[in-house]
């Protein structure tokens, strides 16, 4: 008796080179000139398949994206005890990551999606941002509950003060994205912070 292929696997097998494919093309030729064709032509996938999953090339670049963002584990960031430390190795992570170009193009690509898309943008707040977020947050209250952070420090407004300089450096390629830049952010978020 022969077995029937499982079409679970068949689906998860194309589900993965089209976001395989994606990431490659958005880095190789650029957002503006990936195509849901050339993402199923190097998929190997009829354009059907595609749009039975996605209702965009943004949204297959933000699933792209989310694909390499995930590890299976819930988010956590370090928590030594020293909110410095920790925030240094965050912050250097993230400068590496904006600074990878395997990383660089889909999130500059995602980023130009979410500007003409809302729908989009809520789902990458509701899939992606949000949870990072929150799990920024839960380490800064850690931080605030040993007093090395100001118990009424407003976390949003903290994490702005982190995170926007950065993204705003990367997105308008103003100045280099360093270890170095990094410890500066954390040191100046901090002075700001810090209990009085």
Known sequence: MSKQPDPARRSERSRQAILDAARELVSEVG????????????????????????RSKGAVVFDAFLALSQDGDSIALPDTGDIEADLKTVMRAT???FADPQFEAPIRALNTEIISDPELAAHYREKLAGPVD????????????????????????????????????????????????ADALVDLALKALRPD
């Open 134 to 181: 929150e799990a920024k947050k839960a380490r800064l209250r850690s931080a605030q509950q040993a007093g090395q952070i100001a118990a009424d420090a407003d976390l949003d407004l903290a994490l702005e003060l982190l995170y926007a300089p950065l993204f705003q450096r990367w997105l308008h390629r103003s100045g280099p994205l360093t270890p170095e830049y």
């Open 31 to 54: 957002y503006a000139k990936l195509s849901i064709e050339a993402i199923a032509a190097r998929a190997g996938v009829g354009k059907q398949t595609i749009y039975r999953w996605w």
């Open 95 to 97: 400068v590496a990551e």
